[in-house]
């Protein structure tokens, strides 16, 4: 008996490619130059020098980094997407790292339609390392919990997306799988060894890694409190450090902040908030209207 699913992941769409570092800067060009030759096929196939699965993959990967949607097949840019890789963008080609630390940012933290494996292994487990087996196991454990009965290739191949999104793909079978992706220079995820795994197998050890502000930067972070205030706490005045440090979505979890560190960057930005600190249930209360859009030019500033 299945139950109620309250949230509904994605598991596929990706093609099982991660997004290569031209894609977006390629699609949002063609985008302003004919809204609607993304969704035909063969027409983005010939303007973007892809092929049709990784056309696929790149509409796939346009909508879950919240770059651009498609309504009745004409794509238009979305507000973050505008703002990056519009016209007037403040980073068009993905040249910063603030740009990318967003990327990763608004990948990770949908509300609507999660991606399962960003879902799983950033909020939902409580150990930084894993193997590939360890992590489809936990994987099909918990998308039956949901409700889901998906194959173990499926599970596997999107395990795999969220694997060479960050460190890059392992063995490369062409010249275009050597292309990183645009979040592998952050260093979220790294490879640590080997050890025993499933089928009397050694396998890579992958673990998340603790990130400092100052690799981020904290406008970035300001954006990301933001942000989370919005999608999260609409209509809250106060939030707890508690969730902003560890809830699902966060900007610790979401980048792997030290508590103690976010704890200090809160006690500096007085003008955006206010922090009473009370060990892990401190409060931090708005000292004016939040709106991460606001805050975005500041992140080129």
């Known amino acids: 008996m299945t139950v109620a699913v309250a949230v509904r992941p994605r598991f596929s769409g990706h093609e099982t490619f991660a997004c290569r570092f031209a894609w977006l800067p390629k699609a949002v060009r063609l985008i302003a130059r004919e809204p609607g030759a993304l969704s035909d096929d063969e027409r983005a196939i010939l303007e973007l020098g892809l092929g049709k699965n990784m056309v696929r993959s790149l509409r796939f990967w346009l909508e879950s980094f919240n770059v651009a949607s498609s309504r009745n097949g004409s794509w238009a840019l979305l507000p973050f997407g505008e703002a990056i890789f519009g016209e007037n963008g403040h980073d068009p080609y993905i040249e910063r790292a603030e740009t990318q630390w967003l990327l990763h940012w608004q990948l990770s933290t949908a509300t609507d339609n999660p991606l399962f494996a960003w879902r799983h292994i950033l909020y939902r487990r409580m150990r930084a390392d894993f193997t590939r087996s ?5 994987m099909r454990v918990e998308g039956e919990r949901l409700g889901y009965q998906h ?16 460190v890059g793909s392992l063995k490369p079978a062409s010249p275009e799988d050597a292309l990183d992706s645009p979040l592998v220079d952050l260093g979220l995820l790294r490879r640590l060894g080997r ?16 990130i400092s502000i100052n690799e981020i930067g904290p406008s970035v972070l300001d954006y990301a409190i933001a942000s989370y205030w919005q999608s999260r706490r609409l209509g809250e005045p106060v939030i707890t450090f508690r969730d902003l ?16 560190e976010l704890r200090n960057h809160l006690e500096c930005a007085t003008a955006l908030w206010s922090y009473r600190p009370s060990g892990e249930a401190g409060n931090i209360t708005a000292v004016g209207p939040v709106e991460s859009s606001n805050l975005l030019a500041e992140v080129y500033a």
């Not at 290739?153 to 960050?166: C, G, I, P």
């Not at 050890?195 to 603790?210: I, K, N, T």
């Not at 440090?245 to 103690?260: I, K, V």
């Open 151 to 166: 194959s173990d290739v499926t599970l596997q191949q999107h395990a795999d997306v969220f694997v060479q999104s960050y």
């Open 245 to 260: 440090a560890h809830g699902e979505g966060s900007p610790g979890a979401t980048f792997r902040l030290e508590p103690e």
């Open 134 to 138: 360890e992590l489809l196991a936990e």
């Open 195 to 210: 050890r025993p795994g499933g089928a009397a197998r050694v396998e890579p050890v992958f673990a998340l890694a603790r």
